[in-house]
């Protein structure tokens, strides 16, 4: 009895990941993503001078590397790590200063991937799921003030696809947006920190294992 029950659940896991096109449900994948920060400035008079201060960030090319395990015919669950680096710029609207943070970032973010129509070659799907950024200065800045780490929780959504090479190995092409909080660092004098949420555009390219 025990047996038969082990062979039915090999074949229907088998099954399974075959009806997919890859030899498992669990997959790793490795690659560089963009992070394109917009900027964010407070609305109306944010100082004596009336006008307002402004957070912009560098773009930067960062490392990424993600976990995703496969279940039913649609959906899958996917885990990713990103670490870059760049700078935070601060335009205090009433002085005309400008203060710089350079700061190494990582990213954790979780999500709900739901598959769309696909072929045997290319597998499309979109993203939605959250998590954390954060924020860590390095001893590169320009403020009076010594910047903290800082995290900021994001939202998360996307599109993406996977691009068959063989049952192995495949190339993964995804847009993901962020929406977050910028970071202030603890710092609580103007003009670090609009307080307003960026949207961050990242594009990323991975080449992904099946095991």
Avoid at 22 to 43: D, H, V
Avoid at 123 to 146: D, E, H, I, S, W
Avoid at 157 to 177: F, M
Wanted: proline letters at 5%; charged letters at 15%; glycine letters at 10%.
């Amino acid at each position: 009895m025990k047996l038969k029950l082990i062979l039915i659940t090999v074949l229907a896991l088998g099954s399974l990941a075959h009806a997919q096109g890859f030899l498992s449900n669990f997959s790793i994948g490795a690659g560089l993503q963009g992070i394109f920060p917009a900027a964010t400035t407070t609305k109306g008079s944010a100082n004596l001078s009336g006008f307002p201060n402004t957070q912009s960030t560098t773009d930067s090319v960062g490392i990424v590397a993600d976990a995703r395990y496969d279940f039913g015919h649609h959906s899958a669950l996917d885990f990713s790590v990103t670490v870059n680096r760049n700078t935070e710029v601060f335009f205090n609207g009433e002085t005309q200063n400008t203060d710089r943070v350079q700061t190494n970032n990582l990213e954790m973010i979780g999500s709900y991937i739901f598959r769309l129509p696909s072929n045997e070659r290319v597998k499309p799907y979109a993203l939605v799921g959250g998590g954390l950024v954060r924020f860590m200065p390095n001893n590169n800045y320009t403020t009076g003030l010594t910047p903290a780490t800082d995290m900021k929780a994001a939202f998360a959504y996307g599109l993406g696809g996977d691009v068959k090479v063989n049952d192995r190995w495949a190339v993964r092409l995804q847009y993901r947006g962020l929406l977050r909080t910028d970071p202030d660092f603890k710092l609580t004098s103007a003009p670090f920190g609009t307080g307003l949420r960026a949207h961050v555009p990242e594009p990323s390219i991975m080449v992904v294992y099946h095991f």
